[in-house]
């Protein structure tokens, strides 16, 4: 299992960003797929699901609907499109799969950073 | 929402000593959906443990999980060298997903 996030970098407040993830290793369309984001210095904090067919797609609360969710099965991949960022977003981003029953996350990337400053 | 409070907050051992974390959840949750993850600095999180005490695929014995209820425990039984890192509990449950603060076991 390989887990690949990119698209991370520099990005002024209000400004918009798009993540990627890059799977390969197991069936990606038989999975749910998530991002967990850690902002510098402290704990891991969960973003968004998405179940394997695009079903169920839900979001963190303190996000107020500025993220998007999605996925592409026949590519392997996974985005995430990330709108009005505010300084408070700087953080490593990382795809992690969930679980057979999603539940817990089995495999994580490396994390790609999102810095929001002016 | 359930909160996920971790302790202590910091855990100074030595190597070979025991290493007990501790996860208590502001209200009573399944232990089908708690899980424990390890990360060591600049790296991912990996999974430890999963459905409290189902050690994950790679996971040498030393480690065990507890606990029902609200209160959950990370045990290491003797610490090895790599095993000095930030430990986190977490939670599933109405379609949230949800981390403890943390505990670090750092070397004494």
């Known amino acids: 299992v390989l887990l690949v996030e990119s698209g991370g970098g520099l990005v002024k407040p209000g400004g918009s960003l798009r993540l990627s993830c890059a799977a390969s290793?197991?069936?990606?369309?038989?999975?749910?797929m998530n991002w967990v984001r850690q902002a510098p210095g402290k704990g891991l904090e969960w973003v968004a699901s998405i179940s394997s067919s695009s079903d169920y797609i839900f979001y963190s609360d303190s996000l107020k609907g500025r993220f998007t969710l999605s996925r592409d099965n026949a590519n392997k991949s996974l985005s995430l499109q990330m709108n009005s960022l505010t300084t408070e977003d700087t953080a490593v981003y990382y795809c992690?799969?969930?679980?057979?029953?999603?539940?817990?996350?089995?495999?994580w990337g490396q994390g790609t950073l999102v810095a929001v400053s002016s | 929402e359930i909160v996920l409070t971790q302790s202590p907050g910091t855990l100074s051992l030595s190597p070979g000593e025991r290493a007990t974390l501790s996860c208590r959840a502001s209200q009573i949750i399944s232990d089908s959906f708690l899980a424990w993850y390890q990360q060591k600095p600049g790296q991912a999180p990996r999974l430890l443990m999963y459905g409290a005490s189902s050690r994950a695929s790679g996971i040498p014995d030393r480690f065990s999980g507890s606990g029902s209820g609200s209160d959950f425990t990370l045990n290491i039984s003797g610490l090895e060298p790599e095993d000095f890192a930030v430990y986190y509990c977490q939670h599933f449950g109405n379609s949230r997903w949800t981390f403890g603060q943390g505990t670090k076991v750092e070397v004494k």
């Open positions: 992690a799969r969930g679980s057979s029953v999603a539940v817990y996350f089995d495999y």
């Open positions: 290793g197991f069936t990606f369309s038989r999975y749910t």
